[in-house]
């Protein structure tokens, strides 16, 4: 098994918040490093995850795909760390928010590049999540198909910003909306995958035809479209959590709950 991890965006909005802060070392750290280098607890968000892939006895490769503008500092990361698997930083080239690939578009660079053909965990370089991954591919194991997260935010309005998923019987995924105006449901995407070969090899398939290449969430509208798919829950009262480091307030929010 295998391992993605997307952090190729250029967080502008955390960045340009973080020029309002008084002087301070935070300060400095969330203007001058990529979002998933930003401290949780002492530790860089990446650092989480990887801690995190490094639970799966059976995965044996992570893959992180930057831009030009952050390898460096990636790659800076990535030779203090020493990690209990084989890490590999990836360049997608891009050198500017306006030329950026995209999610889906870096996902198959990495498949392309790296020859994969195995099932593969696919995480977003900029959340937080506090629960046992392996909780989440024994149900992928279970359920023998390709799988996201999910959320219930408990309310409409709050579940706009982020891709919302409706459920049908065994957690099937029976539709999918980036970001809507008006949402059917309050379950929110949380930006976890774990794609089985088949349908990862479906990325080709996709892009091909011309589809939007950005978030990952307009894939997964168009896989649970064309094979079944399956969304595992966070259940909330066993302490599980998830932040989507997209703003100063969530990155805030999220440091005072980790310490």
């Not at 989480?48 to 892939?53: E, G, R, S, T």
């Not at 019987?169 to 995407?189: D, L, M, V, W």
Request: glycine residues 6%; hydrophobic residues 35%; aromatic residues 10%.
């Amino acid at each position: 098994m295998k391992s993605i991890i997307l952090a190729a965006g250029y967080g502008t909005r955390l960045a340009k918040a973080a020029e309002s802060m008084e002087e301070c070392e935070l300060k400095h750290i969330l203007m001058n490093n990529p979002k998933p280098l930003a401290p949780i607890n002492g530790k860089p968000i990446l650092e989480h995850l990887v801690k995190d892939l490094e639970s799966i006895d059976s995965l044996d490769e992570i893959f992180i795909i930057t831009n030009d503008s952050h390898y460096p500092k990636y790659e800076e990361w990535r030779k203090r760390y020493h990690s209990k698997k084989r890490i590999e930083i990836i360049n997608d080239g891009t050198t500017s928010n306006e030329t950026r690939l995209g999610a889906i578009r870096d996902i198959y660079s990495v498949i392309q590049q790296k020859n994969i053909h195995e099932d593969t965990v696919v995480l977003c370089g900029d959340n937080v999540m506090s629960w046992d991954i392996k909780d989440f591919l024994a149900y992928f194991k279970q359920m023998k198909h390709s799988v996201t997260a999910t959320m219930d935010l408990g309310s409409k309005e709050a579940v706009k910003r982020f891709g919302v998923l409706e459920l049908g019987p065994y957690n099937r995924i029976i539709g999918f909306e980036e970001k809507p105006q008006n949402p059917k449901t309050t379950f929110a995407s949380v930006s976890v995958y774990i794609f089985r070969k088949d349908d990862l090899a479906l990325v080709d398939t996709y892009l091909k035809k011309g589809l939007n290449p950005d978030a990952p969430g307009f894939f997964i509208q168009w896989l649970s479209q064309q094979t079944d798919m399956y969304a595992y829950i966070f259940d909330q009262n066993k302490g599980q959590k998830w932040f989507d480091i997209g703003d100063l307030e969530t990155y805030k929010l999220a440091c005072r709950t980790y310490k």
